[in-house]
């Protein structure tokens, strides 16, 4: 696992780097840790695009705004980057660095069970992302990797799985099957008819669920309680 530090706190750093370390050996994880004392000297060795399993960043830099900051960060996500913790001393952000999916925004002073919590989060994303959605479309066996969907849908007897890029296609099988078969931390029963991956989910209100692209799903009633409960789990923000 490659990671990446970076905060112009050189005590900072190094608390964050122990914290690491010892999460890292306490779960029996190989470690490659890399670390930059400033955002430029961090997106200078983004743009010779090495790949960092997990970047912890202070997006604060008395050189750089956070717009600017987030249009570099979303050149490198967009090309398969890892996954990003931001770490600041306030509140108040640019919503550029939300667009981004980060896996938590966490406040100074910061603690090593917060940092834990983002590390387990972390490598279960990674994991997933792995992970293959297996089946049979037309006769011909058909390989996505579950970070590639969005969600599935219940057509008939069969399943329409969604990818990230906007196609769609048919599998056999059942909704019951998939959560049998893929016991996922992130793809989650929402509904009857409804299997939504949780790291593309952008907002939940009023029992709906949307993604980036504007798609809504329900959340049936019936599953209200244990999705408010993963939400929880996964430390995202809803209703």
């Known amino acids: 696992m490659k990671i990446a530090v970076c905060d112009e706190n050189r005590s900072l750093c190094r608390q964050l780097e122990g914290w690491i370390d010892w999460y890292f050996r306490k779960e029996n994880l190989p470690l490659q840790l890399n670390t930059f004392f400033s955002v430029e000297q961090f997106l200078q060795c983004l743009a010779e695009k090495p790949y960092f399993d997990i970047i912890f960043l202070d997006i604060e830099s008395p050189q750089k705004n956070e717009r600017d900051i987030a249009k570099e960060l979303r050149n490198y996500t967009e090309l398969g980057g890892g996954l990003i913790d931001f770490i600041c001393d306030r509140q108040e952000l640019e919503m550029p660095l939300f667009d981004l999916q980060p896996i938590n925004f966490r406040i100074k002073p910061l603690k090593q069970e917060q940092i834990e919590t983002d590390l387990h989060k972390a490598c279960h994303i990674l994991h997933e992302k792995k992970r293959e959605l297996n089946g049979i479309v037309n006769d011909e066996k058909k390989t996505v990797l579950l970070k590639d969907v969005s969600y599935l849908e219940s057509t008939d007897e069969n399943i329409c799985v969604h990818t990230l890029a906007g196609e769609s296609f048919t599998l056999n099988g059942t909704l019951d099957e998939i959560e049998k078969k893929y016991d996922s931390h992130a793809l989650f029963r929402c509904h009857r008819f409804f ?43 809803g209703e």
């Open 195 to 237: 299997i939504v991956n949780l790291y593309y989910v952008y907002r939940y209100k009023n029992r709906a669920l949307t993604f980036q692209d504007g798609t809504m799903i329900p959340v049936g009633r019936e599953y209200v309680n244990r999705f408010k409960y993963r939400l929880h789990e996964l430390d995202y923000l």
